[in-house]
């Protein structure tokens, strides 16, 4: 696996790719997005890049809208590297799909600490899932409800990570496999987040061994709005 490093600082750069090789990923080192572009179309094969959005020079954000809008066999897992919390960045990288946010300063042991999360969840990431998830705290009691047609029973999980694109959940009482199909839509699902409830129309992509995956299809301008504001509040925290 091969990511690009778009860093303006050469030892930033350079420690980041020695914080990859522990993860077994050969860093690709670049210090703009001129770089970036090169490597790419030579052919290098690039699974993901981790982009300072910070440095002018680097051009990064600009980088990153390519990189999400770019027609390519596999999708390039982004992650941000930047000093910016505030809500309308993190609003705009969510909005661009981005996988995972690393916030300076810069230091190898929270990077790699940091990067292991990350990484964890790209793992097992759905390629239809390509926004920033984040993981409910256990203690916040995270809920998801919903009815599998043409039965009546309730079935309800605890949240397991939710983002804009779609939520991971485990059921406490799962139906029989056969009744939640991929793409099968279930139009009555609530979720319960932070004193919110939010109801989404949702396609199953994954249902195996009491875990649900869904992709959100419709959220109002009300739950999108809620959402954003749930997903800024556990990043910049």
Do not use: W
Request: aromatic fraction near 6%.
């Amino acid at each position: 696996m091969n990511f690009l490093v778009v860093e303006s600082s050469l030892v930033v750069r350079e420690s980041l790719c020695y914080v990859l090789l522990s993860f077994g990923i050969k860093g690709v080192p670049v210090e703009n997005r001129e770089a970036a572009r090169l490597a790419i179309d030579r052919g290098d094969s690039i699974d993901g890049a981790i982009v300072d959005i910070d440095n002018k020079d680097v051009d990064g954000i600009r980088l990153i809208t390519e990189l999400t809008e770019r027609e390519q066999p596999h999708k390039i897992s982004v992650i941000v590297h930047t000093i910016q919390t505030s809500k309308e960045i993190v609003m705009r990288m969510v909005d661009l799909g981005v996988a995972g946010y690393l916030l300076k300063p810069f230091s190898p042991e929270s990077a790699k600490t940091k990067l292991a999360v990350i990484f964890s969840k790209l793992a097992t990431h759905n390629s239809q899932r390509r926004h920033i998830r984040v993981k409910p705290d256990p203690q916040e009691l995270a809920r998801v409800s919903f009815r599998v047609p043409p039965s009546t029973h309730l079935v309800s999980g605890r949240v397991v990570d939710i983002s804009l694109g779609g939520m991971a959940a485990e059921l406490f009482n799962p139906p029989a496999s056969i009744s939640l199909a991929t793409g099968m839509t279930l139009t009555g699902m609530e979720i319960s987040l932070s004193g919110k409830e939010l109801r989404p129309s949702s396609t199953v992509v994954m249902y195996k061994l009491k875990v649900l995956a869904v992709r959100f299809e419709i959220l109002t301008p009300t739950d999108k709005k809620a959402l954003e504001r749930y997903i800024f509040k556990s990043i910049s925290s």
